[in-house]
């Protein structure tokens, strides 16, 4: 009987040492149509939900409390007679900083090639090697872009296997020629982002992700003036994309996720830092004149 007990509390050590890593909540919005029967998309949500929440999608070890909080909002805007769904599909997670109550955004992106079949009641199902549906190759795309771009900012290049992984899913994508796959088929789609962070020229993005996060946001409550510092710095890893590559859906991306916090960042900032960062961001992202100003002025901008 002892060795029975020793079994089972190894066996309930072992289980836990590798467990499911997402906290993901999923919405399925499905108001603009009309005269439709609205269950199949309360069981699109509950089955997206369940398979977000307890796949096991890598071999890190991931506490309750470590779980990666990210959202799933898909907007469905068509629903044919062969039960393909077409719509758009928001996905934002977000990430803890040290020592504080603050979280900060990571992914806010919208995926506009959103086009899957989808019969009620039929079961999600993972596999590594092979494509199951175009609906979970989506999901296993965002959980691992999710994954990539958490561990990046927590350690150099810490995503590295995700990322792999990443281009296994882009690549079984691409073969099955579903929607939202296929290399240049426009600079937003899944492959342009697979390709924002992994292709030479763009790849500083992954570099900026832990110069931001680890080296910036996480010294600001030891020393302010030390993590505003790393994130000025780390600012210029964007001047550089943009130089290889106007277009990278990286950029928009991080001003998607980032520009709001960065008009808090640098409300205390020194007049130096605002005007470089302004100055940088400015040449950039031309568009943002409004949260540019807010940088540029900081504090006064509040009076």
Known sequence: MKKFIIFLVSLVFAMAAVAQELNCRVEVNASQLAGTNKSVFETLQ????????????????????????CVLFFTIKEYDENRVMKGDLQVQSTRPVYNSAYTTTLINFKDTKI???????????????????????????????????????????????????????VQQG?????????????????SAVLSAFTDNSTSVLRDLLYQYHRQGLDQMSVSPDRGRGAIHKALSALEAVYKANSMSVGLSMFSDAKFDELVNIYSKATSTERKDA?????????????????????????R
């Not at 092979?130 to 927590?154: G, H, K, P, R, W």
């Open 46 to 69: 509950q089955a997206i939900q369940e398979y977000m929440n307890t796949t096991i999608f890598t071999n890190a070890q991931f506490s309750p409390n470590e779980k990666i909080d």
């Open 115 to 169: 086009d899957f079949a989808y019969e009620e009641g039929v079961p999600l199902t993972y596999s590594v090697n092979s494509m199951e549906s175009q609906l979970t190759q989506i999901l296993n795309f965002y959980a691992y872009l999710i994954l990539a771009v958490d561990f990046d900012s927590f350690s150099p290049k810490g995503g590295e296997p995700y990322w792999e992984r990443l281009k296994q899913i």
């Open 174 to 190: 691409q073969s099955s020629g579903e929607v939202g796959w296929k290399a240049f088929e426009d600079t937003k789609n899944r």
């Open 278 to 302: 302004y100055e940088l961001l400015q040449g950039i992202y031309p568009a943002e004149t409004q949260r540019l100003e807010k940088i540029r002025k900081g504090d006064e901008s509040n």
